[in-house]
Each structure stands twice: as structure tokens, then as C-alpha cells.
């Protein structure tokens, strides 16, 4: 399995709860990528920023097969999820994963993604890019430099298929 994505804060998803979300982006593959299924996986719990891992959490999940995306152009994908009342957690992944998807496509394969969007609803807004001053004033929030001295930076493994790198947030 393969997964990259993003964990909502406690604080960033109990404002959607008992709500519909849409996720939409656009996305293509590489030539390699001629058979097996990607897609998209959000995650919900009740519990308070655990990590991406955490059992427990409800899955939602878009399997998309390689015939429906293009090695040249991108293809916009929308996914609406209704989320329980009681969560206090959301994460927003994509990836490549037997246990979710299906078959998995060849060796090799990649996707592109861009313009990532979640909104609150059942429609897929257009894309709503920030300035850029913006969004770096929102990265440097999370930003730190990690010390490669520390003892607590680590690669635990998950499963035999399965890398999780942890890093302490101060």
C-alpha cells in the first residue's frame, strides 16, 4: 500500500459533522499505469487527532480504475461523503492499496494530482486557489525543522507492505 493525504485537526473537523463534503481534484496517470485501480479514501473517527493509522475510523473510499483516467490530460473526479454527527476527525488520502481499492496497478505506475479541493455540500465547487501569502502563512503554522539528533524521529513499520514515519510536532 501506498497512501499520501492529509489528517484534519479535531479542531478543523467537528465543524462538518452530521454534514455532506465533496472532495474534488483533478488527476492523470503515467503510461505504466495501464491496469489495477488507484483512488480516493476519506477516513472519519470519534477519536481527537490520532494518527492516520488509528483503528477504528469509518471509510469512505472512490475506487477509480485505470481505464477512467488519461495519460495526457487531466480528469476532474468528484467523491461525496455524508459524515456522522459524533466525528471528531477526518483524513483525505489517495494512494494505491489491494485492501481498499482492488487490484493494484503494475510496477511503475504513478498519478498526478492537482488542485485538491474539500468543501462543505454535495456539489464540487470550482477550484479556489489562495494567494500565495496566504498559503504560505497557513504552512509555516505546521512548519518546523526536525533535528536529526532527536530519538523520537522514527520509522515504525506498520505491516509488512506498510512504512509509517512519525516525527514529533512541538
Given at each position: 500500500a501506498f497512501w499520501?493525504?492529509?489528517?484534519?485537526?479535531?479542531?478543523?473537523?467537528?465543524?462538518?459533522?452530521?454534514?455532506?463534503?465533496?472532495v474534488s481534484v483533478l488527476?492523470?496517470?503515467?503510461?505504466?499505469?495501464?491496469?489495477?485501480?488507484?483512488?480516493?479514501y476519506v477516513g472519519?473517527?470519534?477519536g481527537t487527532d490520532e494518527a492516520v493509522i488509528s483503528a477504528g475510523l469509518v471509510a469512505n473510499s472512490k475506487i477509480i480504475d485505470a481505464s477512467e483516467l488519461s495519460s495526457t490530460d487531466y480528469t476532474k473526479f468528484t467523491f461525496i461523503v455524508g459524515l456522522n454527527s459524533n466525528i471528531n476527525q477526518?483524513?483525505?488520502?489517495?494512494?494505491?492499496?489491494?485492501?481498499?481499492?482492488?487490484?493494484?496497478?503494475?510496477?511503475?505506475?504513478?498519478?498526478?494530482?492537482?488542485?485538491v479541493?474539500?468543501?462543505?455540500?454535495?456539489?464540487?465547487?470550482?477550484?479556489?486557489?489562495?494567494?500565495?501569502?496566504?498559503?504560505?502563512a497557513l504552512c509555516q503554522s505546521y512548519g518546523y525543522m526536525l533535528d536529526v539528533d532527536r530519538t523520537d524521529n522514527r520509522t515504525v513499520t506498520y505491516d509488512a507492505n506498510t512504512l509509517v514515519f512519525v516525527f514529533p510536532h512541538p
Open positions: 499520501f493525504g492529509q489528517i484534519l485537526e479535531s479542531v478543523n473537523s467537528i465543524p462538518y459533522r452530521g454534514r455532506f463534503i465533496t488527476m492523470k496517470k503515467n503510461s505504466t499505469f495501464s491496469s489495477g485501480k488507484t483512488g480516493i472519519t473517527g470519534t477526518m483524513e483525505l488520502l489517495f494512494g494505491f492499496s489491494s485492501a481498499v481499492f482492488g487490484t493494484l496497478p503494475p510496477d511503475g505506475s504513478a498519478i498526478q494530482i492537482k488542485q479541493q474539500l468543501n462543505e455540500g454535495s456539489v464540487a465547487l470550482p477550484f479556489q486557489p489562495r494567494h500565495y501569502a496566504e498559503e504560505l
